[in-house]
């Protein structure tokens, strides 16, 4: 069969041939498997594209178009938690079983390089965002403070929403990853690194700025409610 334009421009022989084929199958359910993890590669490098680019707009205060760029990247980890789910309406526990065996001694998603990388890009967001701050005599506090209607700094506030939101999202993959290990190996097996799912909990449970979540905390310290 004759590769067409359209197939030479995604290198499609070379991505499919990474792929089992279907005698090569250990179970019905690897190819899923392989599939997705294949395709969220594929999803956190366009993600880790963002991020660079969101750096680059921030450190010039082109503020806006950084807005925007949060949330494309925000939608991206969203279609990463419908194919974790995807995995776990579809991947039978006893599937799994058998794909562990062939799948390589310690290798999990927290493997990924470009999962890593991600993380690490998100978090050194936080000094370029401190930096704006400063520049326009700001604080978080100040703009966490604010009511929503107020114009001033409406361009900023934005920006704190969509960090949130982008936040949020990563959150939302982790409680969708760590179901899907609870759904395919349990809650108390030994997973691929080496450790129970209780580590899984520990290391999920960390915001990329945790320091917006906290301003909110603080915004309630002194809320009393109403004794009727």
């Not at 599939?35 to 082109?62: C, D, P, Y």
């Not at 704190?160 to 959150?171: F, H, P």
């Not at 179901?179 to 450790?195: H, N, P, S």
Request: glycine share 6%; charged share 25%.
């Amino acid at each position: 069969m004759t590769e067409t334009s359209y197939e030479k421009y995604i290198h499609a022989d070379k991505i499919l041939s990474f792929q089992k084929k279907e005698g090569e199958l250990v179970c019905y359910g690897e190819l899923d498997f392989q599939g997705v993890q294949q395709e969220a590669e594929f999803i956190w490098t366009r993600i880790n594209f963002m991020l660079k680019r969101i750096k680059k707009n921030l450190e010039s205060n082109n503020i806006i178009e950084g807005v925007g760029l949060f949330y494309h990247a925000s939608d991206l980890w969203g279609s990463l938690t419908n194919k974790t789910q995807e995995l776990l309406k579809h991947l039978w526990p006893k599937d799994f079983l058998k794909i562990r065996k062939i799948i390589g001694e310690g290798a999990s998603t927290a493997d990924s390089q470009r999962y890593r990388e991600s993380e690490k890009l998100g978090r050194n967001l936080w000094s370029s965002f401190e930096n704006l701050l400063k520049l326009n005599s700001l604080t978080l506090e100040s703009l966490i403070s604010q009511d929503r209607e107020t114009e001033q700094y409406s361009e900023m506030r934005s920006l704190i929403s969509a960090m949130m939101w982008y936040d949020y999202r990563v959150q939302e993959f982790s409680i969708a990853h760590l179901y899907l290990v609870f759904g395919i190996i349990g809650d108390r097996t030994v997973g691929l690194k080496g450790g129970t799912t209780g580590f899984l909990i520990d290391r999920y449970q960390k915001y990329i700025f945790p320091k917006i979540w906290d301003s909110i905390n603080n915004l309630y310290l002194d809320f009393k409610p109403v004794r009727r």
